[in-house]
Structure formats: structure tokens, C-alpha cells
Nanobody, 125 residues
Framework: QVHLVESGGGLVQAGGSLRLSCVTS????????MAWFRQAPGKEREFVAGISWIGSSTYYGDSVKGRFTISRDNANSTLYLQMISLHAEDTAVYYC??????????????????WGQGTQVTVSS
């Protein structure tokens, strides 16, 4: 059975930083492109960042470019999202997801069959 478990969310002031982690099990992690999505109340789920299976390519949503960094540790089946210069608009539940698409990174939620339960990030202004 596949499990993706996010952690690292919390309450932070605007301008602050957080690092999210996603530990996976039951999944051949090193063979899947991975991504982070987020969903704010009343809004659709939004692509945040994606990384290729080997970690050589990354792709970011326009709203987080230059502030967020996605990375992965294939030896430990773990995905990360380093977030700096956080804005109130970054407040959302953040989800990690495993993609079924290769080789290109895809931003489409439906192309990610495996999801974590999410971790709340709240940025106070």
C-alpha cells in the first residue's frame, strides 16, 4: 500500500521560512516524478513545484518561483519543499503527490495518482 506523509507545516510570519517533507512508502519512489500542490480555502488545487524522478529537472508555478525550492532524497524516499519569503497568499494546505507521467514533469493534478493527506501552512501578515 502506498503512503505519502507530509510534515513541516505550521504558523509563520510573513517573510519567514518553512521546510516541508514528504516521506513515502510502498512506492518505487526513485522512478516517479514528484510534485507539491496546495489548496487554499475556496480555491482550486494549485501546482506549486515538480521534480523529475532523478532530480535533474525542476519546474515551479509562477507564484513561487525564486522563493520555493523542491528537492528529493531517493535513498530515503523523501521529497522536500523549502519555502522562503513567505507571503500571506501562500497560506494553504500543501500536498505532495507522485506522478504517473514520465519523462516530463506535469502540472496536472489528475496525472498524480498518489497523494498525501496534506500539511497546513499558515502565513500571518
Amino acid at each position: 500500500q502506498v503512503h505519502l506523509v507530509e510534515s513541516g507545516g505550521g504558523l509563520v510570519q510573513a517573510g519567514g521560512s518553512l521546510r516541508l517533507s514528504c516521506v513515502t512508502s510502498g512506492l518505487p519512489f526513485s522512478t516517479h516524478n514528484m510534485a507539491w500542490f496546495r489548496q487554499a480555502p475556496g480555491k482550486e488545487r494549485e501546482f506549486v513545484a515538480g521534480i523529475s524522478w532523478i532530480g535533474s529537472s525542476t519546474y515551479y508555478g509562477d507564484s513561487v518561483k525564486g522563493r520555493f525550492t523542491i528537492s528529493r532524497d531517493n535513498a530515503n524516499s523523501t521529497l522536500y519543499l523549502q519555502m522562503i519569503s513567505l507571503h500571506a497568499e501562500d497560506t494553504a494546505v500543501y500536498y505532495c503527490a507522485a506522478s504517473s507521467a514520465r519523462p516530463r514533469i506535469t502540472t496536472t493534478a489528475s496525472a498524480h495518482p498518489y497523494w498525501g493527506q496534506g500539511t497546513q501552512v499558515t502565513v500571518s501578515s
